[in-house]
């Protein structure tokens, strides 16, 4: 393999070399010398040159040609997002883009290095790939609008389809099934104060998930002021343990809740503190729904109910509602959806219910028309 001039590989990492006005420099890059990395060592050492060129320190800060790291902590630091989609998109950029490109500065990435470098990823999966782009797009949107890259090349880099998994909710025989095994959690698990606390508070929990599909974190940030005795008002969440006054599509709305629903909440002894609906004798409210959801693991396996994750509660209140007639307009004022995005999700149930009628139209209209032309064509004869 032919090196670029000042490029060799050093072990498992690369050497870059250069000189100014008499004075060498030597550097290593932790990087396998792979053909992708040399192109990038390439770089970085041609970028150090301009720069001791230009009379810049190599530690200081190219205002005109930042490092990708550094772009992309000024990303961070803008975003105004909740805290848990501030903590994603930080993941995400450490763990795939700045090992790669944090050196790189800004404008000597060009599309093909970044296609390399995309192709060379392991992505888990064509959703795991998609939402690392985000973050990625983000950052060179942000070069862009800076005037330092003519165009966000993050935006040519090859769409790949994303199949969303088909919604899997409970039955109402296994929804049940899953509350009386926390209603009788006692007869199945050893108990001691803190984990008979911690069982009775997560069975009200899902019995008021299933009876309401109100959101996890909204379900945690709910107080007792929130409850009118009819309706929660559901206007804010719990994201990382942090409460936000706002829930995720900025709208607040009022659920109105069943007989189930109201007799859960009024079982709960904080109901006499009116504080948290969620809260614990000893340590306060809880912060968010990890605990409960290690109890529901063990609730299924109780009950003999195949196991799919908890936020099913929430499509199980909307599929077992239109199944019983409630109308789609209701349900998606409950949940908290538009009425677009409610038909888009829940399409299935809302069809199954009228298919046959539908077809029954079909045929109807099939006869009718078949019984016209053979009068007509008797006519003609």
């Not at 003519?150 to 994303?162: E, F, G, R, T, W």
């Not at 032309?373 to 003609?380: I, K, M, T, W, Y």
Request: proline residues 4%; positive net charge; glycine residues 4%.
């Amino acid at each position: 393999m032919d090196y670029p001039r000042g490029v060799r590989p050093k072990g498992h990492s690369i050497e870059i070399r250069y000189q100014h006005r008499g004075q060498a420099y030597s550097e290593t890059i932790p990087k396998k010398p792979n053909k992708t990395n040399i192109a990038y060592a390439a770089k970085i050492r041609q970028d150090r040159i301009d720069r001791l060129k230009q009379g810049l320190s190599l530690n200081d800060d190219n205002q005109e040609n930042p490092l990708f790291e550094l772009l992309a902590q000024k990303y961070l630091k803008a975003l105004k997002v909740e805290d848990s989609t501030y903590d994603h998109y930080r993941r995400i950029l450490n763990l795939y883009w700045i090992p790669e490109l944090g050196k790189w500065p800004i404008k000597a990435i060009r599309f093909s290095d970044l296609l390399s470098v995309d192709s060379e990823m392991e992505w888990r999966s064509a959703k795991n790939r998609k939402n690392a782009l985000v973050p990625l797009s983000g950052v060179f949107n942000l070069a862009y609008h800076d005037d330092l890259i003519a165009s966000n090349i993050v935006s040519k880099l090859p769409k790949q389809k994303v199949q969303k998994p088909p919604l899997d909710p409970f039955s109402e025989e296994e929804k049940y099934s899953i509350l009386e095994a926390f209603a009788t959690y006692e007869n199945w698990l050893e108990c001691d104060d803190s984990t008979t606390e911690l069982m009775a508070n997560a069975a009200a929990y899902f019995a008021l998930f299933f009876d309401t599909g109100i959101r996890p974190g909204e379900i945690i940030a709910l107080n007792w002021d929130d409850y009118d005795g009819k309706h929660l008002a559901v206007s804010k969440v719990r994201s990382v343990s942090k409460l936000v006054n706002s829930t995720k599509t900025h709208h607040a709305r009022s659920v109105l809740l069943t007989a189930e629903a109201k007799k859960t909440l009024n079982t709960l002894p904080s109901r006499f503190k009116k504080e948290a609906i969620f809260t614990r004798e000893k340590h306060g409210s809880y912060k968010d729904f990890a605990e409960f959801n290690r109890m529901w693991r063990l609730a299924l396996e109780q009950a003999n109910v195949r196991y799919r994750r908890p936020y099913n509660c929430r499509h199980t209140y909307a599929s077992l509602g239109l199944m019983a007639g409630a109308k789609p307009g209701f349900l998606s004022k409950q949940l908290g959806h538009s009425l677009k995005m409610f038909f888009e999700t829940y399409a299935k149930w809302i069809e199954s219910e009228s298919d046959d009628d539908e077809l029954a139209k079909l045929e109807a209209k099939k006869i009718e028309t078949g019984e016209k032309l053979g009068r007509n064509r008797d006519r003609v004869l």
